[in-house]
């Protein structure tokens, strides 16, 4: 065996001793949004505490990957939105594709993230790409379950699809329920193929609507914080045209370009 490989299997060894050290979480619920997007409900074997819009560190075998929590704090199980990232390009995506329930992944004990909430503005300006949308779900659950008030939040949702947006009933009914506190605007970037028919809703890239959206709900940066998740490419593009007007960009970026 070449030295270089030998040091790669080294690696996996030591991953994978690690990995079978960590606490397990078992998967109790799935639900196949589309071909390539489902939710999954994991219960951890151990307490697991987070804040609402940290992520979470999953593994199986020797790999391990970071997801962004759906379910809020008090929630017993915890929610993910997972794309699967097709072989051979994806790693643990296709694994998790292939998880029974009843079956176990690891996941480390500590929460990590500093993608929150900063309450000392009043007014949230979210911004996601499908997946994305994770740690902002999170955020409302926990704001509505509290029964906090006295903020206002503009979440923005892109998708090449209509059928990708899987918390698109929740976050009506949120924004149906407290009118004065949640706006959602999904926007599907395929308006004219056939698996968008009917759909009336918003049109074009996420990114391409924020401005809009800025002018319309009238935000300003003095009292405004910005977020966006997901793509690393709308990030890009939302903090170019959000950063020149002043505002701040909080950013997850769940992949490099
Ligand atoms: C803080 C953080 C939070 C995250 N939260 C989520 C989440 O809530 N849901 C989720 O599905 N993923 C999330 N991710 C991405 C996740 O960690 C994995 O990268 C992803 O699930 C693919 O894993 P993989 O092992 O199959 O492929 P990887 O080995 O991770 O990636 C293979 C290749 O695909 C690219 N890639 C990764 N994800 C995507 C994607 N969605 N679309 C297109 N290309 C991609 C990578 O850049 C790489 O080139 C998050 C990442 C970070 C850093």
Known sequence: MEQADAKVVERERRMRDMIARLPRASLVERKDITEDLILIKLDPQAPFDFKPGQYCTLGLESVERAYSIVSA??????????ELVP????????MIWDLKIG???SIRPRAKGIFTMDESYRRHLMVAT????????SILRSYLHREAGGHRFYVLQGASYHDEFAYREEMEEMASARPDTVVYVPTVSRPNEERNAGWTGARGR???I???????FGLSPDD??????????????????LDPKGFHVMEERYWKQ
């Open 87 to 94: 072989l051979p390009d994806g790693v643990l995506t296709p």
């Open 210 to 216: 924020v401005e809009e959206c800025v002018d319309r």
């Open 206 to 208: 996420v990114n391409s």
């Open 130 to 137: 499908v997946t994305g949308i994770a740690p902002f779900m």
């Open 103 to 105: 079956d176990t992944m």
């Open 224 to 241: 405004t914080m910005v977020y966006a998740c997901g793509h690393p490419g709308m990030i890009e593009d939302v903090k170019e045209r």
């Open 73 to 82: 704090p008090h929630e017993p199980q915890i929610e993910l939105f997972v």
